[in-house]
């Protein structure tokens, strides 16, 4: 338009009705190369009905920041509604001559614009205001890929932390403020002790001090004692209870302008904390802050953290419990620990000391048993040894191999908590010794099959139980292979055996550090349950980062997202259905061994999924689904695939902003890891007699908080996609 009218500057100025603001697109068509562009976001509209120059930010009609103004055109652009939408502003109409040089001045149209531009203008005007339009809506997308981008950025970092609270306050507190573009941050936790939140503050020479207040004192405070979220708009000053704020700032010369305070939960309900965010920061070029002009309100505070925020903050949030959550557990534990009298078990503690810092729960626990296993195998002897832990919620128990103290090599196995020798110990509660040759024992048919696949051979066994002051079942130790006290290491294994095997001495002596083991296996046994949540976020991460290196490709987002949730449900088959809002239908794609898909649509209301679609509330069907009275549509598609639905867990993914964009879809719960199938018309495997539970829900709904996000990124950035195409083949 600015070449077209040969108007020296152009500027166009949207109106962004729905957040009252206006933001602009200037071009300068100074000297020989292309216009410069400059896009200004976010002014204010409080002068929108005042004269037109006045809400575009031209208070002076004759001077621009500097530049003068000899002439210029200031044209409305209208909906149907007959609101103004746009305004255009042309500066300064020059002279047609491409070979005039010289000053502005002598170069400016002495005539000015004219009745004939305007009417030109006018007869361009539909095809300004489409494009417009799309510019508007590419701007708006944008932003918001970037807020949601920034969510999954913020719950990376904070899942990414150590197990250490002050570390979590610090990486929350900056996550925080970046993601929400506030001044300030703070992390409040709770301490049940003295009824009290405290956090910690950083200055510049790096110490921190510690900051306490009372439950229900200041803002904070009200929030934890109400457990519900506090958004104060711009400006706070107004607000009823805002007395203390200003008796601070005054001390402080820092102005308080908008807050927003929400609580933090654990992953089972329990209130840890809250997060407080300060001063919400306008997007575009303002000067910071000057405590001089205190309590005068700075123009680059004057917004307000709006329900988007609100919504944000609580999925945030909901990572930062589970962070928190962790690090209490393990806090406790590590105490508890070291309130035992030294032994040899407890120089893992010191090991622990220094990977907790770095390293997530999983490197901890692997680091911490191989040590353990590697010691007990050492002080008795043994070959090989192994903890087997008991994960009482899947029946089953489980380990991570050490065979050696120098060994790198670290296997994660599980076995069934009522199979084999392992588990007849663990049935049983009692101590299992077999003598050489372990071979000749009726129970050896199953190692003898292992050990043939992992070339080895076992010759002797002793398989110790390990219970709780109740009496109940913590974990599993195996020793096998007694070894000679003194042997060639580079010799076979049948000339190292020891060949009386395992003896009542042998156990008498596990006998002596077991309590102090028992001590430390049990709190990792209860740290390991409680950290589930952290391995849900950790395993989500690792699906976001892998998406995010792909192309956002929906067929890949399906696969590899739910791929994660079945693994971490323990479900035998699992679906991601993704909300198609024009067609009012759920799809997905279903892969199949030869690497082939079929895309599979269902209505918004049909079937179990099109029902949770339908009504955004989660449905569970325990087992045996069969007997639910809604099983009629399943038993007739197990009739035809000759699968068996046992159980069924299905919730709505909603995105950041609230809108249903999907459906997870688990079916059938599993105890232990045995490759069973179900089959229509035979009895149900005993490993499928199970239903997914409470616990299952409240973490799967954690997992599609996430997903949600994920989506969103996926249905924007191509939403970005498709309107940059139309804006390039369309113009």
């Given at each position: 338009?600015?070449?077209?009218?040969?108007?020296d500057?152009?500027?166009?100025?949207?109106?962004?009705e729905?957040?009252?603001d206006?933001?602009?697109i200037?071009?300068?068509?100074?000297?020989?190369?292309?216009?410069?562009?400059?896009?200004?976001?976010?002014k204010s509209s409080?002068?929108?009905?005042?004269?037109?120059?006045?809400?575009?930010?031209?208070?002076?009609?004759?001077?621009?920041?500097?530049?003068?103004?000899?002439?210029?055109?200031?044209?409305?652009?209208t909906n149907d509604q007959h609101?103004?939408?746009a305004?255009?502003?042309?500066?300064?109409?020059?002279?047609?001559?491409?070979?005039?040089t010289g000053?502005?001045?002598e170069r400016?149209h002495?005539?000015?614009?004219t009745?004939?531009?305007?009417?030109?203008?006018?007869?361009?005007?539909?095809a300004i205001?489409?494009?417009?339009a799309r510019?508007?809506?590419c701007?708006?997308?944008?932003?918001?890929?970037?807020a949601?981008?920034?969510?999954t950025e913020?719950?990376?970092?904070?899942?990414?932390?150590s197990?250490d609270?002050?570390?979590?306050?610090?990486?929350?507190m900056?996550?925080?403020?970046?993601?929400?573009?506030a001044?300030?941050?703070?992390?409040?936790?709770?301490?049940?002790n003295?009824?009290?939140?405290?956090t910690?503050?950083?200055?510049?020479?790096?110490?921190?001090?510690?900051?306490?207040?009372?439950?229900?004192?200041?803002?904070?405070?009200?929030?934890?004692?109400?457990?519900?979220?506090?958004?104060?708009?711009f400006?706070?000053?107004?607000?009823?209870?805002?007395?203390?704020?200003?008796?601070?700032?005054?001390?402080?010369?820092y102005?308080?302008?908008?807050?927003?305070?929400?609580?933090?939960?654990?992953?089972?309900g329990?209130?840890?904390?809250?997060?407080?965010?300060?001063?919400?920061?306008?997007?575009?070029?303002?000067?910071?802050?000057?405590?001089?002009q205190?309590?005068?309100a700075?123009?680059?505070?004057?917004?307000?953290?709006d329900?988007?925020?609100?919504?944000?903050?609580?999925?945030?949030?909901?990572?930062?419990?589970?962070?928190?959550?962790?690090?209490?557990?393990?806090?406790?534990?590590k105490?508890q620990?070291?309130?035992h009298?030294?032994?040899?078990?407890?120089?893992t503690?010191?090991?622990?000391?220094?990977?907790?810092?770095?390293?997530?729960?999983d490197d901890?626990?692997?680091?911490?048993?191989?040590?353990?296993?590697?010691?007990?195998?050492?002080?008795?002897?043994?070959?090989r040894?192994?903890?087997?832990?008991?994960?009482?919620?899947?029946n089953?128990?489980?380990s991570?191999?050490?065979?050696?103290?120098?060994?790198?090599?670290?296997?994660?196995?599980r076995?069934?908590?009522?199979?084999?020798?392992v588990?007849?110990?663990?049935?049983?509660?009692?101590?299992?010794?077999?003598?050489?040759?372990?071979?000749?024992?009726?129970r050896?048919?199953?190692?003898?099959?292992?050990?043939?696949?992992?070339?080895?051979?076992?010759?002797?066994?002793?398989a110790?139980?390990?219970?709780?002051d109740?009496?109940e079942l913590?974990?599993?130790?195996?020793?096998?292979?007694?070894?000679?006290?003194?042997?060639?290491?580079?010799?076979?294994?049948?000339d190292?055996?020891?060949?009386?095997?395992?003896?009542?001495?042998?156990?008498?002596?596990?006998?002596?550090?077991?309590p102090?083991?028992?001590?430390?296996?049990?709190?990792?046994?209860?740290?390991?349950?409680t950290?589930?949540?952290q391995?849900v976020?950790?395993?989500?991460?690792?699906?976001t980062?892998?998406?995010?290196?792909?192309?956002?490709?929906?067929?890949?987002?399906?696969?590899?997202?739910?791929q994660?949730?079945?693994?971490?449900?323990?479900?035998d088959?699992?679906?991601?259905?993704l909300?198609d809002?024009?067609t009012?239908?759920?799809?997905?794609?279903?892969?199949?061994?030869?690497?082939?898909?079929?895309?599979?649509?269902v209505?918004?209301?049909?079937g179990?999924?099109?029902?949770?679609?339908?009504?955004?509330?989660?449905l569970n069907?325990?087992?045996?689904?069969?007997?639910?009275?809604?099983?009629?549509?399943?038993?007739?598609?197990?009739?035809?695939?000759?699968?068996?639905?046992?159980s069924?867990l299905?919730?709505?993914?909603?995105?950041?902003?609230?809108e249903l964009?999907?459906?997870?879809?688990?079916?059938?719960?599993k105890?232990?890891?045995?490759?069973?199938?179900?089959?229509?018309?035979?009895?149900v495997?005993e490993a499928?007699?199970?239903?997914?539970?409470?616990?299952?829900?409240?973490?799967?709904?954690?997992?599609?908080?996430?997903v949600?996000?994920?989506l969103?990124?996926?249905?924007?950035?191509?939403?970005?996609?498709?309107?940059?195409?139309?804006?390039?083949?369309?113009p």
């Open positions: 338009m600015g070449e077209l009218l040969n108007a500057r152009t500027t166009i100025v949207f109106i962004d729905e957040k009252n206006i933001w602009s200037i071009t300068r068509h100074e000297g020989p190369n292309l216009p410069e562009i400059q896009i200004l976001a976010n409080s002068g929108l009905l005042t004269h037109i120059k006045t809400m575009a930010g031209l208070e002076d009609p004759d001077k621009i920041n500097g530049y003068p103004v000899y002439n210029d055109l200031v044209f409305p652009l609101h103004v939408v305004v255009v502003h042309l500066v300064n109409k020059l002279r047609r001559s491409p070979y005039l000053t502005l001045a400016v002495p005539n000015g614009f009745q004939s531009d305007q009417r030109q203008l006018e007869e361009y005007a539909p205001l489409r494009i417009l510019c508007q809506e701007y708006k997308l944008t932003q918001r890929l970037q949601s981008e920034a969510l913020a719950t990376r970092s904070v899942s990414q932390s197990l609270s002050e570390e979590i306050i610090g990486r929350v900056e996550a925080a403020k970046k993601l929400m573009n001044d300030r941050s703070t992390l409040w936790l709770i301490d049940t003295t009824n009290q939140l405290w910690k503050i950083p200055f510049q020479d790096g110490t921190f001090k510690e900051y306490r207040i009372q439950i229900g004192e200041g803002f904070a405070g009200i929030v934890a004692k109400t457990r519900e979220p506090l958004n104060l708009a400006d706070l000053y107004h607000h009823p209870d805002s007395d203390m704020a200003k008796l601070t700032d005054q001390k402080t010369g102005r308080t302008c908008s807050l927003l305070c929400m609580p933090v939960w654990s992953p089972d329990e209130l840890l904390g809250v997060t407080q965010l300060v001063n919400k920061r306008r997007q575009g070029d303002f000067a910071d802050y000057d405590p001089s205190w309590p005068q700075p123009e680059c505070f004057q917004a307000s953290f329900s988007n925020s609100e919504k944000y903050m609580q999925i945030f949030n909901a990572q930062v419990g589970i962070a928190l959550h962790n690090a209490r557990q393990f806090a406790a534990m105490q620990a070291e309130s009298p030294q032994s040899v078990v407890l120089q503690l010191s090991m622990l000391n220094q990977v907790m810092d770095n390293q997530g729960f901890i626990l692997d680091t911490t048993l191989r040590s353990i296993t590697s010691k007990i195998g050492k002080s008795l002897c043994a070959d040894t192994t903890i087997f832990l008991l994960d009482a919620e899947r089953e128990l489980w991570i191999v050490a065979e050696s103290e120098d060994s790198d090599r670290s296997l994660e196995i076995v069934s908590a009522d199979k084999g020798i588990g007849e110990v663990a049935r049983f509660k009692k101590p299992i010794i077999i003598p050489y040759d372990f071979y000749t024992d009726p050896s048919a199953t190692a003898k099959e292992q050990d043939k696949r992992n070339q080895y051979r076992t010759y002797t066994m002793l110790i139980p390990m219970l709780n109740r009496g913590i974990a599993v130790v195996q020793l096998i292979n007694k070894l000679k006290r003194t042997n060639d290491v580079n010799a076979d294994l049948s190292r055996i020891d060949l009386q095997g395992f003896t009542q001495a042998d156990e008498a002596q596990f006998a002596a550090s077991a102090l083991i028992q001590m430390i296996l049990e709190s990792f046994c209860s740290y390991h349950k950290a589930r949540g391995r976020a950790a395993a989500l991460m690792a699906a980062r892998s998406v995010s290196q792909s192309s956002l490709d929906p067929d890949e987002i399906l696969l590899r997202v739910m994660a949730a079945k693994e971490l449900m323990n479900a088959r699992s679906t991601l259905w909300c809002r024009v009012q239908e759920l799809w997905t794609k279903i892969p199949f061994a030869d690497g082939s898909s079929r895309e599979i649509r209505r918004i209301g049909q179990y999924a099109g029902t949770v679609a339908a009504t955004g509330q989660p069907i325990s087992f045996d689904l069969y007997h639910h009275p809604d099983a009629n549509t399943a038993k007739h598609t197990d009739q035809q695939t000759g699968y068996r639905t046992c069924l299905c919730m709505p993914v909603f995105n950041p902003d609230g964009i999907g459906v997870t879809q688990l079916v059938n719960k105890v232990g890891t045995e490759a069973v199938i179900p089959v229509d018309n035979q009895p495997p499928f007699q199970t239903s997914f539970d409470e616990t299952d829900q409240k973490y799967m709904q954690l997992f599609n908080n996430q949600g996000v994920i969103q990124n996926a249905e924007l950035l191509a939403a970005v996609r498709r309107q940059e195409a139309v804006l390039r083949n369309n």
